[in-house]
């Protein structure tokens, strides 16, 4: 962990201790959060929003990590942008759902830079009635795939493949929500995982 890492834990820490258990701030939204934090570089009550949102950052640094060491590595890194970047948060969704984009984004952008290249849409533009559901990997071949075994899948789809499949199956994220994470339409949401899905089934078959 570097020294700038290292010294941001630090003051979070103290400033936790110094709110104490009776919280006065514990009840503030969000949203009521951040423009404060905004408004002084508020340590003290990042450190709040930091309590509420370590435990779901962590959980999905995990998914793009080979070890626990590396995910709370990738935690504190994603805290770290995520304090300096917090003005850029302009409420048009809920706090929740922009740290969770802002977290897939950094992780992506993490995984890609070891491969020198950015994450890119690889979807073939097409129309919705050109999408044929029938030819879709069924959902139950995903949920009836061996634990074991899908670990080992997942590790070896894309970066981009493996996040869309978290998000979807994991995660739980619908296909509008996976649309306003990723920025791009239903349809091109729908042929991605449809893509990741069939290489994940194709890698999980030939595992011996």
Known sequence: MTFLKRLFLILINQDKKLLGADNPYSQLTDEELVTKIVAKNDTMLFGVLYDRYSRMVYNKCYGFSKSQDEAEDLTQDVFLMLFIKLASFKGKSKFSTWLYSFTYN?????VNRNKQRKMSDKSIPMDNAEYKLSEEVPDESIY??????????LDMVSPEDKSILLLKYQDGTSIKELCDLLEIGESAVKMRLKRAKSKLLEIYNNLK
Not at 106 to 110: A, G, I, K, S
Not at 144 to 149: I, L, P, V
């Open 106 to 110: 950094f992780c992506v952008n993490y």
């Open 144 to 153: 009836e795939m061996k634990a074991s075994r899908l670990a080992k899948s």
